[in-house]
């Protein structure tokens, strides 16, 4: 038998195979799994694109539009002046203002972003957080199954069908499997000179450790604002007014009312003390004249050793 067709038997041999393999169950599966993960790093994708726009805070100053040139018929070198940008994490300020980031960033960040320090900004870090912690996880368990799954295509598949490369990677529709990098919010605070030849900036990224810390930086002023000191803060004169209304202008210990003495002096008193945790509510508020407010403090410190 001639060699050429022994040769024409055996590549006509492979193809008839091939044809018979791609369309057995062992290969739609196969291929199946690979469009199912495919269609999990789309979608992967597309949720980190999501959360490069989700921001916290910005500074809300107007974003001026247009185009800026130099018509000087001098060659001054203003570059920096041109090549200014205007954006909602770009904060142009004085050169004090970026030295001062630089040394603390998170309280500036939250004077010039309008980030607040209170219950509604950490909620949204701590939810930013975790959208990033989530998004991490969730592409190296991807990852982990693509390598398995190229694994056991590089197992499973007979040698015949693994070898033409391109052909099955045309016939699994199998395109680059890559997931995006965490885009981590980025602020900015710029100075440039008014002549535009020297400038300054400092650059605040948002990444997982530097979130993490943030979100505790504003535990700790939230926990502040819930001390002693703020809590007398909060004592405006409209609720001291309120609680003397409700105790009838008299002191709940004495009984003496103001119909009584009209010079009587009386003070809001919290009866359970800040220092063990009272606030500054209503349920928590009493009205005391200075005497007995005084007379209470006396028993509050006896026995405790101030020396």
């Known amino acids: 038998m001639p060699i050429i067709l022994i040769i024409i038997i055996i590549i006509t041999t492979i193809v008839i195979y091939r044809a018979i393999y791609f369309r057995s169950n062992n290969f739609t599966e196969i291929k199946n799994s690979v469009s199912d993960l495919i269609t999990e790093f789309n979608d992967l994708n597309i949720y980190a694109d999501n959360l490069s726009l989700n921001v916290l805070g910005g500074q809300n100053r107007q974003s001026f539009v247009g185009e800026t040139s130099n018509t000087s018929r001098w060659k001054y070198q203003h570059g920096g002046l041109f090549s200014r940008q205007s954006h909602s994490q770009i904060y142009h300020c004085s050169r004090l203002v970026v030295s001062n980031a630089q040394v603390d960033g998170f309280k500036y960040l939250c004077k010039y972003f309008n980030i607040k320090t209170d219950e509604e900004h950490r909620s949204l870090a701590n939810d930013m957080l975790n959208n990033f912690i989530s998004y991490v996880e969730s592409r190296n368990l991807l990852?982990?199954?693509?390598?398995?799954?190229?694994?056991?295509?590089?197992?499973?598949?007979?040698?015949?069908?693994?070898?033409?490369?391109?052909?099955?990677?045309?016939?699994?529709?199998?395109?680059?499997?890559?997931?995006?990098?965490?885009?981590?919010?980025?602020?900015?605070?710029?100075?440039?000179?008014?002549?535009g030849n020297s400038g300054l900036t400092y650059t605040l990224e948002l990444s997982m450790p530097t979130l993490q810390r943030f979100i505790e930086w504003l535990d700790d002023r939230i926990k502040y604002k819930k001390s002693a000191q703020?809590?007398?803060?909060?004592?405006?004169?409209?609720?001291?007014?309120?609680?003397?209304?409700?105790?009838?202008?008299?002191?709940?210990?004495?009984?003496t009312s103001v119909e009584d003495e009209p010079t009587l002096l009386l003070e809001i008193d919290h009866i359970i003390p800040i220092s063990k945790g009272g606030m500054s509510v209503e349920e928590n508020l009493q009205c005391l004249c200075w005497k007995c407010n005084r007379s209470k403090g006396a028993k509050i410190f006896q026995g405790i050793d101030l020396v």
């Open 143 to 195: 990852e982990t199954k693509r390598n398995n799954l190229f694994n056991t295509i590089k197992n499973k598949l007979p040698f015949l069908i693994r070898i033409f490369k391109k052909s099955l990677y045309k016939k699994l529709e199998l395109v680059p499997l890559d997931l995006k990098s965490v885009i981590y919010p980025r602020y900015v605070f710029s100075y440039t000179s008014p002549g």
């Open 230 to 255: 703020y809590q007398r803060i909060i004592m405006t004169q409209e609720l001291r007014t309120k609680i003397k209304e409700r105790d009838n202008f008299s002191c709940k210990q004495c009984h």
